[in-house]
């Protein structure tokens, strides 16, 4: 069966420290994949978008791989502060540009000063 | 404000009864999602619009729920005979081609 998995549930870091956060995913083929930031009792905010034809994307303090051999994508963030504590989702896109998003669980990540 | 709204914010039913949410996408986006967040899930794709055609729809929907988007700007989903499985957040999201969806703020179901 498809599965996506965010290998950690919670997540704690010092501010400063370089967070790294897991998605895997089996029986998928995603044209691209998306990382989403959602904090309590709001939306998802999408972050950035990687292609399968892609190894990295960096936007500012973050940056994302995406290893379509090791079914993975990597999520980091450089120079971690207080306020990025938050859920992080990863999401996989199938087949045409635009259509539905299969989100992983998240990862909670706190980050203290 | 020229982001995702939803409204209600907040709906508390009774079990049995019809609900009614209403999304309004960013105005220039073609596409919009409806999805379905509980706690400590991920959000769970519920149906999908292209301006005013409903081009993908999730097998898990039920036929009590059904979602609408005339003239391809704002959305409607209703769920009939509301049951207590259906408390959750539901989210709607727009976008442009491929880029990142674009969440709204959500509206937080609870069914007695």
């Known amino acids: 069966s498809q599965k996506i998995e965010q290998n950690s549930e919670a997540l704690n870091i010092q501010e400063g420290k370089t967070a790294t956060l897991t998605c895997n995913y089996t029986?998928?083929?995603?044209?691209?994949l998306q990382w989403y930031r959602q904090d309590p009792g709001r939306g998802p905010v999408f972050l950035l978008l990687?292609?399968?034809?892609?190894k990295e994307k960096r936007k500012e303090r973050l940056k994302v791989t995406f290893d379509t051999t090791l079914k993975q994508s990597l999520f980091h963030i450089t120079a971690s502060q207080p306020a990025d504590s938050a859920t992080y989702l990863c999401a996989l896109g199938e087949g045409q540009a635009g259509t539905a998003l299969i989100f992983g669980k998240g990862t909670t990540l706190s980050v203290s000063s | 404000d020229t982001g995702v709204s939803q409204n209600p914010r907040h709906k508390i039913t009774k079990r049995g009864q019809n609900v009614t949410f209403r999304c309004d996408p960013i105005s220039e986006h073609n596409r919009l999602y409806w999805y379905r967040q509980t706690l400590g899930q991920g959000p769970e794709f519920l149906t999908y619009f292209q301006n005013e055609a409903q081009l993908e729809k999730s097998r898990l929907l039920s036929d009590r729920f059904s979602a609408e988007r005339p003239k391809g700007s704002f959305s409607t989903l209703e769920i009939q005979r509301t049951e207590q499985g259906d408390s959750a957040m539901y989210l709607c999201?727009?976008?442009?081609?491929?880029?990142?969806?674009?969440f709204g703020p959500g509206t937080r179901l609870t069914v007695l």
């Open positions: 029986n998928y083929s995603p044209a691209y």
């Open positions: 999201a727009s976008s442009l081609e491929l880029v990142g969806q674009f």
């Open positions: 990687i292609r399968e034809n892609e």
